[in-house]
Nanobody, 123 residues
Framework: QLQLVESGGGLVQPGGSLGLACVAS????????IGWFRQAPGKEREEVSC????????NWVDSVEGRFAIFKDNAKNTVYLQMNSLKPEDTGVYYC????????????????WGQGTQVTVSS
């Protein structure tokens, strides 16, 4: 069974950091494009960052540039999202998703999704 499980969410003060992890089981992440998405209360889900099969990174949200970093460890079958200098507007449920593709700019839909992990940035 193909499965993605996120972890690492929590409550953090503005300016703090969190590291999210997305562990895959049932398939090898190294052959997939992986995206991190978030959904803020009352808003649509948006793709934040993506990492291609060969490790190329794309950030789709301007406000996370320089603060968020996506990277993967193929040996651990895990993709990470390191979030620094967090802001209240980063609050939301964060999801990882996978699609069998090469580049972040591919057109295929993400087929596999995790259950999400809550990130709350508040003082």
């Amino acid at each position: 069974q193909l499965q993605l499980v996120e972890s690492g969410g929590g409550l953090v003060q503005p300016g703090g950091s969190l590291g999210l992890a997305c562990v895959a089981s049932g398939f090898s992440l190294e052959n997939y494009v992986i995206g991190w998405f978030r959904q803020a209360p009352g808003k649509e889900r948006e793709e934040v960052s993506c990492i291609s099969r060969f490790g190329q990174v794309r950030n789709w949200v301007d406000s996370v540039e320089g603060r968020f970093a996506i990277f993967k460890d193929n040996a651990k079958n895990t993709v990470y999202l390191q979030m620094n200098s967090l802001k209240p507007e980063d609050t939301g449920v964060y999801y990882c998703a996978a699609r069998y593709d090469v580049f972040c700019t591919g057109d295929d839909e993400y087929r596999y999704w995790g259950q999400g992990t809550q990130v709350t940035v508040s003082s």
